[in-house]
């Protein structure tokens, strides 16, 4: 078992003995309390370089979580992120049996699940490379739903009902497009500096968080339950608490001012690929 699963299985309240970064200020995740955000005009609609190009990717059971490497083409830049950033990995965050896990919370609000879309600035070769920049990483987190009706979206992860190894893996064949929300809800989110919500915990992350969420049946949510960590106990509640602010302050992008012609690009964009 390798040191940085040994060091996830601890209790959080324990990791700072072995990070002190785990112990810092500006740590993540954190509850977004909605009356206390600021809008902000410059955090404007993301550019999505290759979000619609699909891949082959190789999920894997990593011994904590679920882990999909991305391929570095796929970048993402505006809504006021300083530099363009190229993809590394996303990785999600569950509860127990379709219940409460994400990691973010909104208003005290705790969803299912969470995905975090990890990218790190275009000119680094290296993950340890971004974590000594304080806006190394810019990380796009999406909340998962429960919604009765639905038992279609992201079959991708129903190959996880195979795991019961954390050397167990598979190649899928997807885009990210897939795996996200509608083009159209992207401009909606909330964003604040913080950490790492691992150990290292290095406080080296842009977190932009969505406020819609991914629709998945309550089954779906719950096949998750079914891995095992490392040391053999099933992969619940998957999620570090949340962490006090100190001060920092959330803000929210203004989705609604959104011009025409952003949502004109989004959808002209979703046709063309739709007919190549």
């Known amino acids: 078992m390798s040191t940085l699963i040994q060091i996830c299985l601890e209790s959080p309240a324990r990791w700072g003995k072995v990070s002190e970064h785990c112990d810092g200020r500006t740590q993540s995740p954190v509850n977004i309390v909605r009356k206390r955000v600021l809008p902000d005009g410059r955090l404007t609609p993301f ?3 290759d979000y619609l190009h699909r891949f082959r990717g190789h999920l894997v059971n990593n011994g904590h979580s679920v882990q999909l490497d991305l391929p570095s083409h796929i970048k993402i830049s505006g809504g006021n992120l300083p530099v363009t950033y190229k993809a590394l990995q ?10 409460p896990g994400s990691e973010h919370l909104i208003d005290g609000e705790q969803f299912p699940m969470e ?3 990890v990218h790190l600035k275009e000119k680094y070769h290296s993950l340890s490379e971004a974590l000594k920049d304080r806006a190394g990483l810019a990380v796009l987190g999406f909340f998962f739903q429960v919604n009765t009706f639905f038992n279609i979206l992201n079959d991708y992860f129903l190959v996880l009902l195979m795991f019961d190894k954390t050397d167990n893996s598979t190649m899928l064949d997807l885009s990210l497009a897939e795996l996200i929300p509608d083009f159209k809800s992207l401009n909606e989110y909330f964003r604040y500096d913080g950490s790492l919500t691992t150990p290292s915990c290095a406080e ?11 629709p998945l049946s309550r089954n779906q949510l719950s096949a998750f339950s079914k891995l095992k960590f490392s040391d053999g106990q099933p992969m619940i509640n998957s999620y570090r608490p949340v962490q006090p602010l ?3 302050q959330v803000y929210y992008s203004r989705g609604h001012l959104a011009t025409t012609s952003n949502m004109l690009i989004l959808l002209a964009a979703l046709v063309t690929y739709s007919t190549l």
């Open 47 to 49: 550019q999505l370089s």
């Open 90 to 99: 996303l990785h999600l965050h569950w509860g127990k049996h379709g219940g």
């Open 115 to 117: 995905i975090h879309i």
């Open 204 to 214: 080296a992350v842009v977190w932009t968080v969505f406020e819609h969420t991914i």
């Open 246 to 248: 100190n001060g920092r």
